[in-house]
Every structure is written in structure tokens, then in C-alpha cells.
């Protein structure tokens, strides 16, 4: 419950929050666009671009913990926001991934199942609020945002720096983050068979 002393900015933070990272989006597909498409057994040069890219991702990303956080901490969760969340977060990542492909940095079918499967969770979630069944999010699904998050920025810049490699790195997470997206719609769709039952 929203408490009185609230101060009127932090209960309008979560939102802004919220709109800020979906005013991200745009600048994050054009400096992603920009960057270079790659091509098998060609070195990448990492360039200005490309950090850009990152960088503008990962503070969008970033802000999608800090607006939950703080409307659950302080109580000041809204309808708007509660809509406004999820489609952020959902159109900034799909954004990234589709991009990704096009630039050859992401195998095409390992986008198409990360996307797939969150709307097939979406789906499930709004099937079960119209039975009055509350499915929270486990820790396993919050584990694939995050290696999903650090695997775009990865392939965001894609290069290699003194001897760190950003596309290893990039493809590793997106690697785990697709294996906890299945363990997690499975746990979701068992979660939800149980609760029917």
C-alpha cells in the first residue's frame, strides 16, 4: 500500500523510468543498425558505434529493475505501469535480437525461440489472471534476463578487446539464457497445470 510521506517525483519515478527506457529503444536500433554486419572469418574492429549501442541498451535494461524496485519498495505500483513494464522491456529486447540476426551476430533461430517463448509465457499469464491464478516470476526466469541483457550488450560490441572477447561472451549468455528460457516455461507451465488442478 502507497504510503502518505511518499514524495510526489518517486511515485512518477517508476513510470518515467519506464518511459524512458521505451524512448531508449529508438536509439538503440539505429546505432545497432549501424553497426557492421559480420561476416564469417572476418575480424571485427570494435567501433564508436558499436559501444554506443551497448551502452544505451544496458542503461535502458537496467532501468527495468530500478522502476520495479522502486514502485514495490515504496508502494506506488500503477495500472499504467504495470502494462508499460513488461512491453518496454519486451519491445526494447525483441528490438535488439531482431537486429542482431540482421547484422549476423545471432542465429535467426535462436531469436525466434527467446521471442516464441515469451509470448507463449505472456499468453499463459493472461489465460491465468482470467482464472484468478497468480503465477510469479521464479528465480530462473529472472537468471535468463539477465544472461539475456549481458548476451545483447556482448554482441552489441562483438569485438575483442586486449584480448577479451565481447562475441564469446555475447554467445555464451545467450546460450545459458535460451536453456533457462526452456527450463522456465516449463516450470511456468507446470506452475499453472498444478494451480488449475
Known amino acids: 500500500m ?3 510521506t511518499v514524495a510526489p517525483w518517486l511515485r512518477r519515478l517508476p513510470n518515467q ?3 524512458l527506457r521505451i524512448f531508449c ?12 554486419t559480420i561476416e564469417p572469418g572476418t575480424p571485427h574492429v570494435i567501433s564508436t558505434t558499436d559501444i554506443l549501442a551497448a551502452v544505451v541498451f544496458a542503461l535502458a535494461a537496467i532501468t ?8 514495490r519498495r515504496f ?5 499504467l505501469g504495470k502494462l508499460l513494464d513488461p512491453l518496454a522491456d519486451k519491445l526494447l529486447v525483441v528490438s535488439a535480437l531482431i537486429i542482431l540476426v ?40 529472472k537468471t535468463k534476463t539477465a544472461f539475456l541483457d549481458v548476451g545483447i550488450v556482448g554482441l552489441a560490441v562483438y569485438g ?29 507451465l507446470f506452475g499453472y497445470a498444478r494451480q488449475l488442478r
Request: proline fraction near 2%; hydrophobic fraction near 55%; aromatic fraction near 12%.
Open 64 to 71: 527495468d529493475f530500478f522502476d520495479g524496485f522502486i514502485a
Open 102 to 141: 540482421e547484422k549476423h551476430r545471432l542465429e535467426g533461430w535462436i531469436a525466434v525461440l527467446l521471442i516464441v517463448r515469451d509470448l507463449g509465457i505472456n499468453a499463459i499469464r493472461l489465460s491465468a489472471m482470467q482464472e484468478n491464478i497468480l503465477i510469479s516470476s521464479s528465480w530462473i526466469g
Open 2 to 4: 502507497e504510503s502518505p
Open 75 to 79: 508502494g506506488v505500483e500503477t495500472v
Open 25 to 36: 529503444i529508438p536509439a538503440v536500433v539505429l546505432l545497432m543498425l549501424d553497426g557492421a
Open 160 to 188: 575483442t578487446f586486449g584480448g577479451f572477447s565481447f562475441a564469446l561472451v555475447g554467445k555464451v549468455c545467450m546460450w545459458a539464457a535460451l536453456v533457462a528460457s526452456v527450463v522456465s516455461a516449463v516450470e511456468y
Open 17 to 19: 523510468l519506464t518511459w
